[in-house]
């Protein structure tokens, strides 16, 4: 089976940094991926690692290490519109995608 | 470019009631498809996936059913509805096992 783990929540103020962490254990790997979901609305996908290291775009960056089952997404210089809920969704073996329950987002003024 | 709908955007159906919510995809080929369900604060769970015109996985059992009789239209369908039946419908396409973009959902309320 597939287990990913993340925190439920998170606070941090306007122009900011954040660190969203993410493990999981899966049977197989075939690539990490982050989304963003606003309130009410669908997700929308922001990044996809399947290698080691960081991948870089614009404000958000996501690191992934493998041999540890963990996963970062990092967002920089925080805005309002940044307030959301941010899943972690894993490709095991069978290729389909476990979601994590996400992590609700605040920032502050 | 891409675009995937999804219809109706909100229903409220009475308990025992039949459904038929319907996704279709323009811009793309035999995309693979899927069918989540999302309760209040939770995650997304996979309901039904699709890698072909008539090829349905389920994920988890349960009183719905899934259909693809087009390659671009997928549906998902039941008998009769249960509370639990509630929730956040959402479908989404890839390119193979690629990222997967979403509709933008179906808000259910089984009352």
């Known amino acids: 089976g597939q287990n990913i783990d993340q925190p439920t929540e998170m606070t941090a103020t306007e122009g900011a940094i954040v660190q969203i962490n993410c493990t999981y254990q899966t049977s197989g790997f075939n690539g990490l991926f982050w989304y963003q979901q606003h309130a009410g609305e669908a997700p929308t996908f922001l990044s996809y690692n399947v290698l080691d290291g960081l991948e870089e775009k614009g404000r958000f960056s996501s690191f992934l290490s493998r041999s540890k089952g963990y996963s970062y997404l990092l967002l920089k210089e925080l805005q309002m519109k940044d307030s959301a809920s941010y899943l972690c969704?894993?490709?095991?073996?069978?290729?389909?995608?476990?979601f994590g329950s996400g992590t609700q987002l605040t920032v502050l003024p | 470019s891409q675009t995937i709908h999804q219809w109706p955007a909100t229903l409220v159906q009475p308990v025992g009631s039949p459904l038929s919510l319907e996704c279709t995809v323009e811009g793309t080929s035999n995309p693979n498809l899927y069918w989540y369900r999302q309760a209040a604060g939770r995650g997304l769970q996979l309901l039904f996936y699709s890698v072909g015109i008539g090829q349905i996985s389920s994920e988890v059992p349960q009183n719905l059913s899934a259909s693809r009789p087009q390659d671009r239209q997928f549906i998902l369908s039941s008998k009769k509805l249960l509370l639990s039946d509630s929730g956040f419908y959402l479908c989404?396409?890839?390119?193979?096992?690629?990222?997967?973009?979403f509709g933008p959902g179906t808000r259910l309320t089984v009352t």
């Open positions: 989404a396409w890839s390119v193979k096992w690629d990222e997967q973009y």
């Open positions: 969704a894993v490709s095991g073996s069978a290729r389909q995608l476990t």
